[in-house]
């Protein structure tokens, strides 16, 4: 696993990103939000007849931004994330719900869900992105065995490509990246905008092949504009959207 002690954090960036996660100002950030990516529109739209017939587990859920869009519109509800006050943020946000709706839970650690017990899993807003790569596999595994058969994923995350970076700022934060390993594993952890977390990038292409050995068929690949991902010609844009169903 790549060595990613970064100046100005702590060596287990886990722990950290959850602590920044749990902040205050973090929680209440997310739970004004409310509107869907270009990407998440387009494919809630494409797979809506099957989301509306679909058990939903909805897993890094922040302050309920999807809960919005998917509460009405499924056959049931399910949602987790792994920071505590993101769930409280949720509950107060949806009383009308019952408080079991909303639940503590780890993408890594699905072990409170049954096997084949989701019809369609969503994992956006990039909560994929803020574990280690080994644990990336391990949390794809746990998503594969909650799902039934054939049932649908959605997840984002960022792109590679994105990197090097335009703003020269953010750009000399990453004094760390050694290129020749980037090219090579086709993933890197990195600091960028959002400079209070550290961050996991992947080359859409690397990511595919994750996602085959993982027992998914992808079913569409979209850019930052909802647009499909143009592999020849990749954009540098910063999040790419999956939709894939498992094998």
């Not at 990246?177 to 992947?202: N, P, S």
């Not at 068929?217 to 979209?222: F, I, K, R, Y």
Request: glycine share 6%; charged share 25%; proline share 4%.
């Amino acid at each position: 696993m790549q060595d990613t002690k970064l100046s100005g954090f702590v060596d287990n960036f886990d722990e950290h990103n959850l602590q920044v996660y749990n902040l205050r100002g973090v929680v209440s950030d997310f739970g004004d939000r409310s509107s869907l990516y270009p990407a998440e529109a387009v494919l809630l739209e494409k797979y809506r007849l099957e989301i509306e017939n679909a058990d939903v587990l909805d897993i890094g859920v922040g302050g309920g931004r999807t809960t919005l869009h998917l509460l009405a519109n499924c056959r049931s509800y399910r949602a987790v994330d792994y920071a505590p006050g993101m769930i409280d943020v949720c509950r107060r946000r949806f009383v009308a719900c019952p408080p079991e709706t909303f639940a503590v839970g780890d993408v890594r650690d699905l072990a409170a869900h049954a096997d084949g017990a989701y019809r369609f899993v969503l994992l956006t807003g990039n909560s994929l992105d803020y574990i280690s790569h080994d644990d990336r596999i391990r949390a794809l595994r746990e998503v594969r065995r909650v799902l039934a058969r054939d049932g649908l994923f959605l997840f984002s995350t960022h792109s590679l490509h994105a990197f090097p970076f335009r703003d020269p700022v953010v750009q000399a934060r990453n004094r760390h990246a050694d290129a020749a390993r980037m090219a090579t594993q086709g993933w890197y952890h990195l600091v960028d905008y959002a400079d209070h977390v550290v961050t996991h990038y992947i080359y859409p292409h690397v990511q595919l092949r994750e996602l085959d050995s993982g027992g998914f068929a992808t079913l569409d690949v979209l850019d930052l504009k909802g647009q499909p991902f143009d592999f020849a010609s990749p954009p540098n844009d910063w999040m790419v959207h999956f939709m894939c169903r498992t094998t």
